[in-house]
Protein backbone atom coordinates (compact mmCIF):
# COMPACT_ATOMS: atom_id res chain seq x y z
CA UNK A 1 0.00 0.00 0.00
CA UNK A 2 1.43 3.11 -0.91
CA UNK A 3 -0.73 6.05 1.14
CA UNK A 4 -1.34 9.84 0.29
CA UNK A 5 -2.61 11.98 2.34
CA UNK A 6 -5.13 15.11 1.62
CA UNK A 7 -5.44 17.49 4.24
CA UNK A 8 -8.40 19.48 3.87
CA UNK A 9 -8.04 23.44 5.15
CA UNK A 10 -9.50 25.14 2.56
CA UNK A 11 -12.67 26.28 4.32
CA UNK A 12 -14.31 29.76 4.77
CA UNK A 13 -15.25 29.12 8.48
CA UNK A 14 -18.36 30.68 7.68
CA UNK A 15 -20.48 29.50 10.53
CA UNK A 16 -17.27 30.87 12.94
CA UNK A 17 -18.84 33.99 13.39
CA UNK A 18 -17.27 36.19 11.09
CA UNK A 19 -14.17 35.52 12.95
CA UNK A 20 -10.24 34.02 12.26
CA UNK A 21 -10.46 30.86 9.80
CA UNK A 22 -10.19 28.47 12.51
CA UNK A 23 -7.74 26.30 10.67
CA UNK A 24 -5.31 29.32 11.96
CA UNK A 25 -6.65 28.96 15.33
CA UNK A 26 -3.64 28.35 17.47
CA UNK A 27 -3.31 25.06 19.25
CA UNK A 28 0.13 24.13 21.26
CA UNK A 29 1.55 27.02 19.63
CA UNK A 30 0.75 26.16 16.31
CA UNK A 31 -2.06 26.84 13.45
CA UNK A 32 -4.82 24.16 14.01
CA UNK A 33 -4.14 22.48 10.59
CA UNK A 34 -0.87 21.96 10.95
CA UNK A 35 -0.92 20.84 14.15
CA UNK A 36 -3.33 18.47 13.08
CA UNK A 37 -0.90 17.55 9.91
CA UNK A 38 2.00 16.65 12.78
CA UNK A 39 -0.21 14.60 14.59
CA UNK A 40 -1.21 12.11 11.44
CA UNK A 41 2.56 12.39 10.66
CA UNK A 42 3.70 11.09 13.85
CA UNK A 43 0.94 8.21 14.06
CA UNK A 44 1.00 7.59 10.12
CA UNK A 45 3.63 6.96 7.51
CA UNK A 46 2.82 9.18 4.61
CA UNK A 47 4.50 8.32 0.92
CA UNK A 48 2.83 11.60 0.01
CA UNK A 49 1.00 14.70 1.04
CA UNK A 50 -0.88 17.67 -0.22
CA UNK A 51 -2.42 20.23 2.06
CA UNK A 52 -5.87 21.71 0.52
CA UNK A 53 -5.51 25.48 1.82
CA UNK A 54 -8.11 28.35 1.60
CA UNK A 55 -6.95 31.03 -1.11
CA UNK A 56 -5.43 33.61 1.72
CA UNK A 57 -3.22 31.06 2.93
CA UNK A 58 0.57 30.97 1.98
CA UNK A 59 1.99 27.41 0.85
CA UNK A 60 3.14 24.97 3.46
CA UNK A 61 7.04 25.15 3.87
CA UNK A 62 8.41 21.64 2.03
CA UNK A 63 5.14 20.29 1.22
CA UNK A 64 2.86 20.51 -1.36
CA UNK A 65 -0.35 22.98 -1.42
CA UNK A 66 -3.23 23.96 -3.31
CA UNK A 67 -6.06 25.77 -3.46
CA UNK A 68 -9.53 24.42 -2.10
CA UNK A 69 -12.77 24.26 -4.33
CA UNK A 70 -16.38 25.60 -3.45
CA UNK A 71 -17.19 22.44 -2.03
CA UNK A 72 -15.76 19.30 -0.08
CA UNK A 73 -15.32 17.15 -2.77
CA UNK A 74 -13.99 19.47 -4.92
CA UNK A 75 -11.17 20.57 -2.83
CA UNK A 76 -10.78 16.14 -2.51
CA UNK A 77 -10.47 15.94 -5.97
CA UNK A 78 -7.82 19.42 -6.11
CA UNK A 79 -5.93 17.44 -3.18
CA UNK A 80 -5.91 14.09 -5.21
CA UNK A 81 -5.19 14.92 -8.61
CA UNK A 82 -1.67 16.58 -6.85
CA UNK A 83 -0.42 13.42 -5.01
CA UNK A 84 1.96 11.52 -6.58
CA UNK A 85 0.80 8.68 -9.39
CA UNK A 86 2.35 5.69 -7.69
CA UNK A 87 -0.13 6.33 -4.39
CA UNK A 88 -2.86 3.75 -4.59
CA UNK A 89 -4.89 4.79 -1.33
CA UNK A 90 -5.66 8.18 -0.08
CA UNK A 91 -6.35 9.40 3.32
CA UNK A 92 -8.42 12.46 3.37
CA UNK A 93 -9.11 14.38 6.53
CA UNK A 94 -10.35 17.59 7.97
CA UNK A 95 -7.90 19.77 9.52
CA UNK A 96 -10.85 20.81 12.02
CA UNK A 97 -11.03 17.22 13.77
CA UNK A 98 -7.40 17.87 15.57
CA UNK A 99 -8.81 14.99 18.27
CA UNK A 100 -8.54 11.39 16.63
CA UNK A 101 -7.04 8.13 18.12
CA UNK A 102 -3.88 6.31 16.54
CA UNK A 103 -5.73 2.79 17.61
CA UNK A 104 -9.01 4.26 14.93
CA UNK A 105 -6.29 5.27 12.39
CA UNK A 106 -4.75 1.77 12.53
CA UNK A 107 -8.30 0.03 12.02
CA UNK A 108 -9.39 2.55 9.22
CA UNK A 109 -5.80 1.31 7.36
CA UNK A 110 -6.46 -2.54 8.26
CA UNK A 111 -10.10 -2.65 6.69
CA UNK A 112 -8.80 -0.49 3.34
CA UNK A 113 -7.29 -3.87 2.36
CA UNK A 114 -10.56 -4.94 1.80
CA UNK A 115 -12.56 -2.28 1.18
CA UNK A 116 -12.72 0.39 -1.77
CA UNK A 117 -13.72 2.96 0.98
CA UNK A 118 -13.77 3.29 4.68
CA UNK A 119 -14.84 5.84 7.09
CA UNK A 120 -14.49 6.48 10.96
CA UNK A 121 -18.03 7.29 12.60
CA UNK A 122 -20.13 6.87 15.29
CA UNK A 123 -24.00 5.74 15.89
CA UNK A 124 -26.33 8.71 16.48
CA UNK A 125 -26.58 9.16 20.52
CA UNK A 126 -29.24 11.53 20.75
CA UNK A 127 -33.04 11.77 19.92
CA UNK A 128 -33.26 13.07 16.34
CA UNK A 129 -35.68 14.97 15.26
CA UNK A 130 -37.24 16.82 11.93
CA UNK A 131 -38.99 19.99 12.53
CA UNK A 132 -41.54 21.59 9.39
CA UNK A 133 -44.42 24.28 10.38
CA UNK A 134 -43.45 23.94 13.80
CA UNK A 135 -44.29 20.60 13.83
CA UNK A 136 -41.69 17.87 15.54
CA UNK A 137 -41.37 14.36 14.54
CA UNK A 138 -38.94 11.95 16.11
CA UNK A 139 -37.38 9.95 13.95
CA UNK A 140 -35.65 6.69 14.24
CA UNK A 141 -32.26 6.66 15.12
CA UNK A 142 -31.54 2.85 15.39
CA UNK A 143 -29.07 2.45 12.42
CA UNK A 144 -28.09 6.02 12.10
CA UNK A 145 -24.68 7.07 12.17
CA UNK A 146 -22.66 9.92 11.66
CA UNK A 147 -19.73 9.80 9.46
CA UNK A 148 -16.16 11.76 10.49
CA UNK A 149 -13.13 11.92 9.14
CA UNK A 150 -10.27 10.17 8.61
CA UNK A 151 -11.64 8.51 5.38
CA UNK A 152 -9.48 6.39 2.95
CA UNK A 153 -10.50 5.27 -0.48
CA UNK A 154 -8.77 3.37 -3.44
CA UNK A 155 -7.09 6.19 -5.88
CA UNK A 156 -8.53 4.87 -8.68
CA UNK A 157 -12.50 6.21 -7.00
CA UNK A 158 -11.45 9.15 -8.19
CA UNK A 159 -11.30 8.58 -11.61
CA UNK A 160 -14.89 9.67 -11.96
CA UNK A 161 -15.21 12.95 -10.87
CA UNK A 162 -19.32 13.96 -9.35
CA UNK A 163 -21.06 16.61 -7.84
CA UNK A 164 -22.40 14.08 -5.49
CA UNK A 165 -21.33 13.30 -1.82
CA UNK A 166 -20.23 15.38 1.07
CA UNK A 167 -17.68 12.59 2.12
CA UNK A 168 -16.57 9.75 0.28
CA UNK A 169 -18.76 7.24 1.72
CA UNK A 170 -21.80 8.94 -0.12
CA UNK A 171 -19.33 9.64 -2.90
CA UNK A 172 -18.88 6.26 -3.62
CA UNK A 173 -22.33 5.19 -3.48
CA UNK A 174 -23.25 7.79 -5.57
CA UNK A 175 -20.79 5.40 -8.08
CA UNK A 176 -22.52 2.15 -6.86
CA UNK A 177 -19.70 0.86 -4.25
CA UNK A 178 -20.87 0.24 -0.43
CA UNK A 179 -18.38 1.32 1.74
CA UNK A 180 -17.88 0.70 5.36
CA UNK A 181 -18.12 2.65 8.10
CA UNK A 182 -16.17 1.81 11.49
CA UNK A 183 -17.16 2.93 14.86
CA UNK A 184 -14.23 4.93 16.43
CA UNK A 185 -14.29 7.69 19.54
CA UNK A 186 -17.25 9.97 19.53
CA UNK A 187 -14.65 12.48 20.58
CA UNK A 188 -13.40 13.00 17.43
CA UNK A 189 -15.26 16.36 16.99
CA UNK A 190 -14.97 18.94 14.06
CA UNK A 191 -14.00 22.00 15.45
CA UNK A 192 -17.08 24.30 13.75
CA UNK A 193 -17.89 27.18 16.43
CA UNK A 194 -15.81 28.82 18.48
CA UNK A 195 -17.40 26.80 21.90
CA UNK A 196 -15.65 23.40 19.82
CA UNK A 197 -11.98 25.01 20.54
CA UNK A 198 -12.55 24.90 24.29
CA UNK A 199 -13.47 20.84 24.56
CA UNK A 200 -10.75 19.90 21.65
CA UNK A 201 -7.81 21.75 23.90
CA UNK A 202 -9.20 20.03 26.58
CA UNK A 203 -9.08 16.61 25.03
CA UNK A 204 -5.77 17.43 23.34
CA UNK A 205 -3.88 18.05 27.31
CA UNK A 206 -5.80 14.85 28.79
CA UNK A 207 -3.66 13.30 26.03
Not at 123 to 138: G, K
Not at 158 to 177: N, R
Amino acid sequence: MRLGLVLLAGGSSQRFQNQQLKQLLPVSQKPLYLYTLDRLRSHLVFDDIVVVLHKSLPPVADLKSVSGGDSWLQSVFAGVENLHPDVDKVLVHDAARPYFLKEDLLKLLEEAKRHKVVALGSMMRNTLTRIENDQIEVLDRTHIWEVYTPQIADRDLFKKKSPHGTDLITFALSQGFQGKILPSSPLNIKITYPEDRILCETLLQLE
